[in-house]
Each structure stands twice: as structure tokens, then as C-alpha cells.
């Protein structure tokens, strides 16, 4: 699909063109003409009912469509909302009197109300806030234009931030669409934010983003922010064709040797696991055989060999050692290939493992095969694209599924949709889906008390407690966690903003404003 909403966004100065793509124009009031990021992959139509529910989709709704509060690696900060306190069970915001919606009308209290309203009746592809009778929200009051007050159903350690963190609609639009799913007209791509909604091919998964000049807040950088699809996006960055993108750990000192390039590390914060479906594999309801694979396993050469000393064996309990939750009291599986094959050659295991075709994944894949093979397990790989592989672990079609996934820096409150059994598979994402066929009250109990709990170190302590559960139950294998780099043009952009949900800096619209 291609769809171009540039005469609904055009913005002032759009027919002055600069001399050299991507630097400054000399009378611009951007630093940047235009900011070039690696597309290729179709994230969906950037509203809230039409994205991808995956990290990359969400963000680029988040360019458009503005919530209350946001955070980085620090905590919440302020967006829509410039004041906020709590009172109770109350949540008390106050937005800036500024704020417009890119059509030039106000935005008001009276748009985040009928949000709350308009999503417990249709729900979004990522709710902060629920939907219907699950929703986080009791009630509002409108106390002013610029004031509201948000009473909570219930109240918990993420409260503020998922009351802060919902997107907010134009009341004037959206009261007249009946099916927000079908709704895919220009005014349908009307927000508040940083940027507007300029081009977009499906097909070739290509973005178009359009500075908002008259924006309330933190300023856009750029003129315009494209995701270009590239084939190779190391060859993309050489030849200016993209401005940042990952850095291959192969490379690293390449690339660290140019003066005109800048790197940022994310250190440990996403990592591989081995998903088990027990449904299909039932040899794995043995807890023994699930400890038995962590000692078939080396995981420290996979570190090396995959990922030249930028990963680490992961903790059996989740959390990677560099995050402030984790805990030393897990228990720790060492490489014991003997002790594996006394156990697992006696079961005469045969299993199919599922990953993605990428790269990474097959290298991970092939090195598993062999040391399960040694431990007595008789594998099958099976290597699909990335979409095909999700499909399948979503439908519990896999007996093993390698997946990675990001986000593990942050606060482990992913231990509860992981393994909780009233709160797992939440959502379309199946990097976050843990074990299949597995129950335990116990940790289930954990996972959902430390949600619960507002003090932090009391927090903290539950949230030990489970990560120790978890490393001794072994309901999943994690093999790595690894440090992500990501290189960017220093005459491009400099500002760089180490966010605290995101893996890759490019997902993450206080990326593209100023500070």
C-alpha cells in the first residue's frame, strides 16, 4: 500500500530544497534537512489500531500520536503533560496550554478524556491502559482545559507510567469513526506530535515523517525522518544511504578508529532464549532434563563464537547480571557435557528446533544442534523468516523456538508475562510469550505480588525471590545477553538519548528532538 499525506503536512519551507542531503541548510531552522534510518520491513499504518504491536511500529506511532508522559533510562518524564502528582488513588495531570493538533486545533482535556472513553470501547493495538471492563481507568474529571483527574481502578507499581503512557486521539476525528480498523483516510493520521505523517509503502516498508514546526514541546531536529529500505545497511551507512544502524561485533574496531563516527552500548540489555512448548515435547515436564540441557549447553562459546565477547552466558534466572535487579543467589549452570548425557541419552529425545533465518539465529541454532547431539538429543532445525517464525510460536506450533528479543535492561516486570499464569501471552508479540505447557502457582504468586508492591526495595526483594524460583524450575533456557552498539554520522547527529525501553536508538522519537 502507498499512501502520501504530504499536502495534509506540508510544512513551511518545504519548497526550499538544501544544496547536500542530510547537512544543515545555513537559513534552516532544523539542524537537519533529513535524517535517513534503515526500513525495509512493513511496521503498519502509524495510529494506534492499524501498527505493528512490536517495538518498531510502536515507535513510530509515538513520532505522531503524543501520551501524557514518556520515559528514558532515568525514569518518567514529562510530555503532554508538564505537571503531575498523585493524590490517592487520583492521578492529577496538567498539559501545556500550547498544544495543537497538526490540523491547528487544540488540543484540550477533553481529547484524553474521549481516548479513555474511545479505547474501552475499541481497544488499541498496544493499551497502556487496558480496555473495557479490564481498563486501568475508574473515571476521569475534566477540571479545566489544561487539567484532568484520572481516578485508578487499581493501583500498582506501573500505575503512573501506563496511565501516563496511553496515546491520545482528536476528539473532533475520531468521535465519527465507528471501526477505527478500517479508518485509514489522511485525518486518520493526525496527532500531536514531534512529527507528522508524510509517505508510506508497505510493500518495500519505507516511512516518511514530517517535522511538526509548530510542536509544544522538545523541538524536531530534523526537516524530515525517512526509513528507507537498503539491502545491506553497512553498505547503506558507507554510502550515505542511512545515517545510523547496528554495528556488526566483527567490525567494531573498524568502525571505532573513525573520528567522523559515533557509537552508543546498551550493555546487556537483550538476549537469546530457547522457548519450550512441554504440550509438544513432553520430556521437558522432567525438571532434571531442563536443568540437563543448561549443562549440555556452552553457552560461553556460543558468547564467543556468535558474538566475539560482546555477550555473556545468560542468568538462569532472566534478568542479566548488569541489571540492578538481578541477583547472585540464582542458581548457575556450568558447560558439563558428561553430566548432560548421563541424563538426557537414556530418553532418546528427539526435537525440532524453530528459529528465524537471519544470521545470528542460524549460527546459535547450528551450535545447540551439536552440543545437544553430544549430549545424546536427536535435532531437526528448522529456519523460516522472521514473520513465518513468530506466526508459529504464537500458534504453540514449535517444540523448541529460538527467539531474542531486547528490553531486558529495564525494570523486570517482563518475569510476570513470561511466567505468570494470569498474565502470560498478553498481546501479539511472541518474543514475550514464555514457557508452554508449563505451571507453577508459586511463581505465578511472585510474579504478580511484585506488580503490586509500591516500594521499591520490597519490590526488588520479590522480584529477587522469583528470579532464583525461576533459575531452579528452568521453565525456559536462556543462552546469552549481549551488548547492542548502534553507530551513527557525528556531523549528522550528535544528541543521542540512551532510552530505557528501546534496544535501537531508532526506535525512540526523543531520538529525533532536541533535549
Same mark, same amino acid.
Given at each position: 500500500?502507498?499512501?502520501?499525506?504530504?499536502?495534509?503536512?506540508?510544512?513551511?519551507?518545504?519548497?526550499?530544497?538544501?544544496?547536500?542531503?542530510?547537512?544543515?541548510?545555513?537559513?534552516?531552522?532544523?539542524?537537519?534537512?533529513?535524517?535517513?534510518?534503515?526500513?525495509?520491513?512493513?511496521?503498519?499504518?502509524?495510529?494506534?489500531?492499524?501498527?505493528?504491536?512490536?517495538?518498531?511500529?510502536?515507535?513510530?506511532?509515538?513520532?505522531?500520536?503524543?501520551?501524557?508522559?514518556?520515559?528514558?533510562?532515568?525514569? &518518567?518524564?514529562?510530555?503532554?503533560?508538564?505537571?503531575?502528582? @498523585?493524590?490517592?488513588?487520583?492521578?492529577?495531570?496538567?498539559?501545556?496550554?500550547?498544544?495543537?493538533?497538526?490540523?491547528?486545533?487544540?488540543?484540550?482535556?477533553?481529547?484524553?478524556?474521549?481516548?479513555?472513553?474511545?479505547?474501552?470501547?475499541?481497544?488499541?493495538?498496544?493499551?497502556?491502559?487496558?480496555?473495557?471492563?479490564?481498563?486501568?481507568?475508574?473515571?476521569?474529571?475534566?477540571?479545566?482545559?489544561?487539567?484532568?483527574?484520572?481516578?485508578?481502578?487499581?493501583?500498582?507499581?506501573?500505575?503512573?507510567?501506563?496511565?501516563?503512557?496511553?496515546?491520545?486521539?482528536?476528539?473532533?476525528?475520531?468521535?465519527?469513526?465507528?471501526?477505527?480498523?478500517?479508518?485509514?483516510?489522511?485525518?486518520?493520521?493526525?496527532?500531536?506530535?514531534?512529527?507528522?505523517?508524510?509517505?508510506?509503502?508497505?510493500?518495500?516498508?519505507?516511512?516518511?515523517?514530517?517535522?511538526?514546526?509548530?510542536?509544544?514541546?522538545?523541538?524536531?531536529?530534523?526537516?524530515?525522518?525517512?526509513?528507507?529500505?537498503?539491502?545491506?545497511?553497512?553498505?547503506?551507512?558507507?554510502?550515505?544511504?542511512?545515517?545510523?544502524?547496528?554495528?556488526?561485533?566483527?567490525?567494531?574496531?573498524?568502525?571505532?578508529?573513525?573520528?567522523?563516527?559515533?557509537?552508543?552500548?546498551?550493555?546487556?540489555?537483550?538476549?537469546?532464549?530457547?522457548?519450550?512448548?512441554?504440550?509438544?515435547?513432553?520430556?521437558?515436564?522432567?525438571?532434571?532434563?531442563?536443568?540437563?540441557?543448561?549443562?549440555?549447553?556452552?553457552?560461553?562459546?556460543?558468547?564467543?563464537?556468535?558474538?566475539?565477547?560482546?555477550?555473556?552466558?545468560?542468568?538462569?534466572?532472566?534478568?542479566?547480571?548488569?541489571?540492578?535487579?538481578?541477583?547472585?543467589?540464582?542458581?548457575?549452570?556450568?558447560?558439563?557435557?558428561?553430566?548432560?548425557?548421563?541424563?538426557?541419552?537414556?530418553?532418546?529425545?528427539? @526435537?525440532?528446533?524453530?528459529?528465524?533465518?537471519?544470521?545470528?539465529?542460524?549460527? &546459535?541454532?547450528?551450535?545447540?544442534?551439536?552440543?545437544?547431539?553430544?549430549?545424546?538429543?536427536?535435532?531437526?532445525?528448522?529456519?523460516?523468516?522472521?514473520?513465518?517464525?513468530?506466526?508459529?510460536?504464537?500458534?504453540?506450533?514449535?517444540?523448541?523456538?529460538?527467539?531474542?528479543?531486547?528490553?531486558?535492561?529495564?525494570?523486570?516486570?517482563?518475569?510476570?508475562?513470561?511466567?505468570?499464569?494470569?498474565? +502470560?501471552?498478553?498481546?501479539?508479540?511472541?518474543?514475550?510469550?514464555?514457557?508452554?505447557?508449563?505451571?507453577?502457582?508459586?511463581?505465578?504468586?511472585?510474579?504478580?505480588?511484585?506488580?503490586?508492591?509500591?516500594?521499591?526495595?520490597?519490590?526488588?526483594?520479590?522480584?529477587?525471590?522469583?528470579?532464583?524460583?525461576?533459575?531452579?524450575? @528452568?521453565?525456559?533456557?536462556?543462552?546469552?545477553?549481549?551488548?547492542?552498539?548502534?553507530?551513527?554520522?557525528?556531523?549528522?547527529? +550528535?544528541?543521542?538519548?540512551?532510552?530505557?525501553?528501546?534496544?535501537?536508538?531508532?526506535?525512540?522519537?526523543?531520538?529525533? @528532538?532536541?533535549?
Amino acid at each position: 500500500m502507498l499512501v502520501s499525506l504530504a499536502a495534509c503536512n506540508k510544512t513551511k519551507g518545504d519548497e526550499k530544497k538544501s544544496g547536500k542531503e542530510g547537512k544543515t541548510e545555513q537559513k534552516s531552522a532544523f539542524r537537519l534537512e533529513t535524517l535517513k534510518l534503515q526500513g525495509g520491513t512493513n511496521w503498519g499504518m502509524s495510529n494506534p489500531f492499524l501498527q505493528d504491536p512490536r517495538g518498531p511500529g510502536t515507535s513510530k506511532v509515538k513520532m505522531i500520536f503524543d501520551s501524557l508522559l514518556d520515559e528514558d533510562e532515568k525514569g &518518567i518524564i514529562s510530555w503532554l503533560a508538564k505537571e503531575w502528582k @498523585v493524590e490517592g488513588d487520583e492521578y492529577i495531570f496538567k498539559i501545556y496550554e500550547n498544544a495543537k493538533w497538526h490540523d491547528g486545533k487544540p488540543l484540550t482535556t477533553e481529547d484524553i478524556g474521549f481516548s479513555i472513553d474511545y479505547y474501552r470501547k475499541h481497544n488499541p493495538i498496544n493499551s497502556r491502559i487496558g480496555t473495557g471492563d479490564k481498563m486501568l481507568v475508574k473515571s476521569y474529571k475534566i477540571v479545566s482545559p489544561t487539567e484532568i483527574r484520572i481516578k485508578a481502578a487499581k493501583q500498582n507499581a506501573n500505575t503512573l507510567k501506563n496511565i501516563g503512557g496511553f496515546l491520545i486521539i482528536p476528539k473532533h476525528i475520531w468521535e465519527k469513526v465507528e471501526n477505527p480498523k478500517t479508518f485509514t483516510t489522511p485525518e486518520a493520521f493526525i496527532g500531536s506530535g514531534p512529527y507528522k505523517w508524510g509517505k508510506y509503502d508497505g510493500a518495500n516498508g519505507s516511512y516518511e515523517f514530517i517535522a511538526n514546526e509548530e510542536y509544544y514541546g522538545r523541538k524536531p531536529v530534523a526537516k524530515r525522518v525517512l526509513f528507507v529500505p537498503v539491502s545491506d545497511p553497512l553498505l547503506a551507512f558507507e554510502n550515505g544511504e542511512i545515517d545510523i544502524t547496528n554495528v556488526p561485533v566483527d567490525l567494531m574496531d573498524k568502525y571505532k578508529k573513525n573520528d567522523k563516527i559515533g557509537m552508543i552500548e546498551k550493555t546487556n540489555d537483550s538476549g537469546y532464549k530457547l522457548i519450550l512448548n512441554m504440550d509438544k515435547q513432553a520430556a521437558f515436564k522432567d525438571i532434571n532434563a531442563r536443568k540437563a540441557l543448561y549443562y549440555a549447553l556452552n553457552r560461553q562459546s556460543i558468547a564467543d563464537k556468535v558474538f566475539r565477547g560482546l555477550a555473556v552466558p545468560a542468568s538462569a534466572g532472566y534478568v542479566p547480571v548488569t541489571n540492578a535487579f538481578y541477583t547472585d543467589k540464582v542458581e548457575k549452570y556450568n558447560y558439563e557435557p558428561a553430566k548432560a548425557k548421563e541424563i538426557l541419552s537414556p530418553l532418546n529425545i528427539n @526435537v525440532e528446533i524453530l528459529s528465524s533465518n537471519s544470521g545470528s539465529d542460524i549460527k &546459535i541454532m547450528e551450535l545447540i544442534k551439536n552440543d545437544l547431539e553430544a549430549a545424546g538429543v536427536k535435532v531437526t532445525l528448522k529456519s523460516v523468516d522472521g514473520k513465518t517464525r513468530d506466526e508459529k510460536v504464537l500458534k504453540h506450533d514449535f517444540q523448541f523456538a529460538l527467539v531474542g528479543n531486547g528490553g531486558w535492561g529495564r525494570t523486570p516486570d517482563y518475569l510476570r508475562t513470561l511466567f505468570s499464569d494470569k498474565s +502470560k501471552y498478553v498481546g501479539k508479540n511472541p518474543h514475550s510469550m514464555g514457557p508452554v505447557g508449563y505451571s507453577n502457582e508459586a511463581m505465578t504468586k511472585l510474579a504478580e505480588d511484585q506488580l503490586l508492591e509500591t516500594n521499591m526495595e520490597k519490590r526488588k526483594e520479590l522480584l529477587q525471590e522469583l528470579q532464583v524460583m525461576i533459575s531452579k524450575e @528452568v521453565p525456559l533456557i536462556v543462552i546469552t545477553t549481549q551488548s547492542s552498539f548502534v553507530m551513527f554520522k557525528k556531523d549528522y547527529y +550528535k544528541d543521542w538519548v540512551k532510552t530505557y525501553d528501546y534496544q535501537q536508538l531508532e526506535q525512540n522519537r526523543m531520538s529525533y @528532538v532536541e533535549k
